[in-house]
Structure formats: C-alpha cells, structure tokens
C-alpha cells in the first residue's frame, strides 16, 4: 500500500488518497465536458469537489503538468490524461460473487457499463441457485472460478458474500489471479501485497455524518 | 460544506476529509481496546490507517490536545473522545427508503445495531409491497413519511430507490425533518446547506484500484 509520500516519481509513491479522488474528478470533468465547457481553472473543479484550489493543483502535479498558470485546464485534455492514469480507458471485466439479495442487485445496477465495468460472470457458494439466471448471466458453481476467470480475462471481483465467507471467497479469487476486490461484507479482508481491496462500508459513511447534525 | 481550512475553531472548519477519515480511527481503536491494548503511538495508528503519523497528528490537532508527547495516545479516551466528537456515543434511528433488492439487502444488514444504528422505519413508493413486512419492518407508504419521521425521531435516511426518483425522494425527506441522508442510487442528489449526504458510489471504487493493476 501506498504511504503518503510526497515523491512524485513511481506509482507507488503517490499518495492513495490522491488516487481516491481522481474518479471524482473524471466525473466532473465528463459533466463539464458535457456542458460543452472546455476550459475549468482550479478554483471552479474546487468549488465542484469541495476540496481547495491548492489541494486540486497538489494533487495533479503527481502526475505532471497540466494546464497553464492563470489559464486553466482544458477539460478534454485532462478528462483523458486522468482516464489514461486511471487505467479506465480501455474497459475491465468483472466477475460478481454472491449472488444474495445484494448481489443481485449489483448485477442489475446499470452504473457499471457505461464506465467500462462489464458484469461477465456471476458465482454463487450456494449450488441450489447455480444454474439460475440472473442479470443476463448464468449463476456459476466455485469449482469454475479458475477456469471463467481465466477464459474471460477477469481481473476484478465483487464480493457480497456473507461476512463469514469473505475472506475465503477474497483468497480463492487472488488464488485464481483477480487483482482487485470490491466487498460488500462490514469486514476488512486481508490479502497480499499487489492485490487491491475497497469495501464499500455504509456504517463509515453514517458516521462521517453524525458530526455534522449532532447538537445543532 | 466544510472548506478544507486550517482553523481549528469551529465545527464547520474542520476540513470534511478529516471528518470522513474519524470513524475508522474509531473502529481501529476499538480493535485494539479488544486486543487489549491500552496506549498507541501515532506511528502504529498510522501503520494501520495508512496515512503517515504526522497526518494522525494533524487530524487529531483540530479537536484540541490528544496525548502526551513521545508517550501516545490512551486508546480508551481517544476512543471516547472521538466517538463523542462524530456523536456517535449515542444511537441515532435511521429510515430505509426502497425496498427493493438493495433495500431489502440494507434491512438485512447485520452492521448498522452494532454501531448504533437503528433501522426503525421502512418506505416504499410502489403501494404493492406497502404492508409487506421486511427484515422485521412494515413497509409504509410515502404518505406516512412526514408522521413516521417526527414520532420516530429519524435524522437519518437511506435511500435506495432507482436513480430517476432520488433526487425527489432526498427532497421529500429533507422536508420531514431529515438531516443526513446514504444515497446508494449513482448520482450526487443536491441538497441545501445544513444537509448531509454521502453516496455510496461502487463505480468510483473500482476506478480507484484500475490504477493499480494497469499495465503492471
């Protein structure tokens, strides 16, 4: 894992924080874009990321220069530098595993195509729902995991297994070379060095808020 | 929203990234309480948040003085203090808007009571599943949301109904009194000042680990 080091030179070396917000970024940029606006200064994707000018310009001078002093950014140029950085200019395969309640409700949320996540293959533990379909795709048994994962060139996997499955579901998945884990389950699985692993977490998430509507 | 300032006075300066990284030093530090460790240095709190100890140092600095030099922190008051701090030393009830795939998988979740938070109210906009009864819950109507809200005392709302209908649905519950609201559904609803809102957004995820598995 990345510390937060202020070196500028290997991709390693930048801060993970950082690398946590250029999506945001690219988000804006495509709205202003969409906007037909071709020109942002630092102030204005500040204003839109609520974080400072200072924070936007520190963050983008990891990856080199952008813009021109007093004159902005164009927001075509650095949409796709920033997708190029990313890594999401070209698209990704993803695999599901779990297919619960959440699960399927992953595999029918349609957020993840338009970005280049295609959903290709959906694993379950349970065999009584393997052979189901769902979201357009046939629920797989584990024992295919290595062989879909390879066949379909799949390196990221979301997880929305049950809490008591998770790490073991995160080990088979690294064991068959997924690269990068999306999981669902309140718990923070450990996996080996080069493996990526985001959890997406709802009870952080009310608690950032709490601050802000407690006695006032 | 909090500007991203240095100040170290009010509530609303402390910069929101601040904020938002306090409940995982809260949830660390109740692993240790469990290991039974009763002081930590800013270096092993930073080692296991992956933020460098002088940004610990940073971050607890807006909140007044934490620890002694050279000696670290108290788990147990740092803990407290910060679960005082976030507002989280009491439990806040919560509503679930959505009873779909994902609310359901919400209404299940076993990770809100621990933490505090207590799912007492469900709603629905499609009146064929109004009366069901979800995860221990009965599902209402959006008429019964003004009066649910008041007699439950709900600050706080998920909200995980389709995207063309969020918006309206934040709208409405901000009108009933709510003050915090978890979108699951991919857009940044717009909310008048004084209103928290955070989104749980599984695009921006995986686009912040597509970095690190590219071409390497």
């Keep these: 894992m990345a510390p937060n080091s202020e070196s500028r030179q290997g991709r390693s070396e930048v801060p993970e924080v950082v690398i946590s917000r250029l999506p945001q970024y690219v988000r804006i940029l495509n709205r202003l874009l969409e906007d037909g606006i071709q020109v942002v200064s630092s102030q204005q994707l500040g204003e839109k990321l609520q974080v400072t000018p200072a924070q936007i310009r520190k963050d983008l001078s990891y990856f080199g220069r952008f813009g021109k002093q007093g004159r902005g950014y164009s927001v075509h140029d650095l949409l796709e530098r920033l997708r190029q950085i990313l890594g999401i200019n070209s698209p990704w395969n993803v695999a599901v595993v779990g297919v619960g309640r959440l699960g399927r409700a992953i595999l029918s949320y349609p957020g993840f195509n338009p970005d280049g996540f295609h959903l290709v293959a959906a694993f379950d533990l349970n065999n009584s729902i393997v052979g189901d379909t769902v979201g357009g ?19 990221i996997a979301i997880v929305a297994v049950p809490v008591d499955f998770t790490q073991n579901v995160v080990d088979q998945l690294v064991a068959c070379g997924v690269r990068a884990i999306l999981n669902y389950a309140p718990i923070t699985p450990q996996v080996r060095e080069g493996i990526r692993i985001r959890n997406i977490d709802p009870v952080l998430s009310l ?5 802000y509507i407690n006695d006032d």
Excluded: P
Aim: no cysteine.
């Design 137 to 155: 795709l046939v629920v797989r048994g584990m024992d295919e995991l290595d062989r879909v994962i390879d066949q379909e060139e799949i390196s």
């Design 207 to 211: 608690q950032s808020m709490t601050y």
